[in-house]
């Protein structure tokens, strides 16, 4: 999986202008909110908070622009509780946002 950032990192360039410490700040938000939320979808036991924790991943997706992260969270969504596919694919996001370096 390749982590498509072309329109994300457009939403956060836009966001912090020319100001590369605003930038990274941004960045580090964006990857913080996603690695919490994740984590709840792990530690999720029932139908709502793992419907919670995945609605809201694909909310901060929409709000940075991240075309993949969208389809992953959606198939959460679509999922039931622990579902290991969609685990997987939401691990993996994130594994491959940690190894892309900044523009």
Same mark, same amino acid.
């Given at each position: 999986?390749?982590?498509? !950032?072309?329109?994300? @990192?457009? &939403?956060? @360039? #836009?966001? =912090?202008?020319?100001?590369?410490? $605003? $930038?990274?700040?941004?960045?580090?938000?964006?990857?913080?909110?996603?690695?919490?939320?994740?984590?709840? %979808?792990?530690?999720?036991?029932?139908?709502? !908070?793992? %419907? *919670?924790? #995945?609605?809201?991943?694909? +909310?901060?997706?929409?709000?940075?622009? =991240?075309?993949? $992260?969208? *389809?992953?969270?959606?198939?959460?969504?679509?999922?039931?509780? +622990?579902?290991?596919? #969609? %685990?997987?694919?939401?691990?993996?996001?994130?594994?491959?946002?940690?190894? *892309? &370096?900044?523009?």
């Amino acid at each position: 999986m390749a982590f498509e !950032n072309a329109a994300f @990192t457009a &939403t956060l @360039t #836009a966001a =912090a202008g020319d100001d590369p410490a $605003l $930038l990274s700040e941004l960045r580090g938000a964006f990857r913080e909110s996603l690695a919490q939320q994740i984590d709840l %979808l792990h530690r999720s036991r029932c139908d709502g !908070n793992w %419907l *919670v924790a #995945a609605q809201r991943i694909k +909310g901060l997706a929409a709000s940075f622009h =991240a075309d993949e $992260l969208i *389809v992953l969270a959606q198939s959460a969504i679509d999922a039931a509780p +622990g579902d290991p596919v #969609a %685990l997987r694919g939401l691990d993996g996001f994130l594994a491959e946002f940690d190894r *892309v &370096t900044p523009d």
